[in-house]
Nanobody
Framework: QVQLVESGGGLVQPGGSLRLSCAAS????????IGWIRQAPGKEREGVSC????????YYADSVKGRFTISRDNAKNTVYLQMNSLKPEDTAVYYC????????????????????WGQGTQVTVSS
């Protein structure tokens, strides 16, 4: 079992930055892919970014490439999502999610592939 807790959300102006954290407990994250999934009001959940087990592969949605950076600190059992140049369309609840994976995880974008979920953190980009 893996327990995930997100933090770092908040209100930021367009062009600003936030760093989300996903702290895990209950299991060693080394063998898990960790994804960031977001859900905007009235929309389905969508994959934003993912880092596979042992950081073998990193994935980004086209909408965030060049602006968001995912990283993991295995010593702290924590995954981060650095979000720069934020836009109003980035407004959503951001969830971190985990699943056992290989070094590659091509289905990273599909929320149904993840077995463990955090409670979510709200990100609002508005002036």
């Amino acid at each position: 079992q893996v327990q995930l807790v997100e933090s770092g959300g908040g209100l930021v102006q367009p062009g600003g930055s936030l760093r989300l954290s996903c702290a895990a407990s209950g299991s060693d994250l080394d063998y898990y892919a960790i994804g960031w999934i977001r859900q905007a009001p009235g929309k389905e959940r969508e994959g934003v970014s993912c880092i596979s087990s042992e950081a073998g592969s990193i994935y980004y949605a086209d909408s965030v490439k060049g602006r968001f950076t995912i990283s993991r600190d295995n010593a702290k059992n924590t995954v981060y999502l650095q979000m720069n140049s934020l836009k109003p369309e980035d407004t959503a609840v951001y969830y971190c999610a985990a699943t056992l994976s290989d070094l590659m995880f091509p289905e990273w974008w599909d929320p149904s592939e993840y077995n463990y979920w955090g409670q979510g953190t709200q990100v609002t980009v508005s002036s």
